[in-house]
């Protein structure tokens, strides 16, 4: 029964927690009205994306903003880390099922990175 915002900011302070790195949280809580399906959704979403910046990104600092305009969410998760270039074929099938698991509830996934200079990822979510 947890609200997405109390959620990111547990494992964002979990993260901090550890002395992995620093994190920054700003929402407008647009997001606290979500269904218990799309919120689950999110929430994994959202651990997938932690969980491969502290896998792979090596980062000083991640960064999480929820913001709404107009009637779309976006929560963008940002990272200081390594970054890497998004045309090489990915390994790995991580990416895709983020893809697949948004499409489920009607959001979408884009993803940017620069090598070295970080990566940042915004889920989006139409009302």
Do not use: W
């Not at 997001?31 to 651990?47: G, P, T």
């Not at 991580?94 to 996934?109: D, F």
């Amino acid at each position: 029964e947890i609200n997405l915002d109390d959620f990111v900011k547990q494992q964002l302070q979990r993260i901090e927690s550890t002395g992995y790195c620093t994190t920054v949280f700003d929402s407008d809580q647009s997001l606290n009205i979500l269904s218990k399906d799309k919120k689950l959704v999110m929430i994994r979403v959202i651990q997938e994306c932690l969980n491969n910046a502290i896998k792979h990104a090596s980062p000083n600092q991640i960064q999480i903003l929820i913001s709404k305009v107009n009637m779309t969410s976006y929560i963008n998760i940002i990272d200081d880390g390594r970054g890497f270039d998004t045309s090489l074929q990915s390994k790995g099938s991580g990416m895709a099922n983020l893809k697949k698991r948004m499409e489920t509830i009607g959001g979408t996934i884009i993803l940017s990175s620069i090598p070295g200079k970080g990566t940042h990822i915004t889920l989006s979510l139409s009302f």
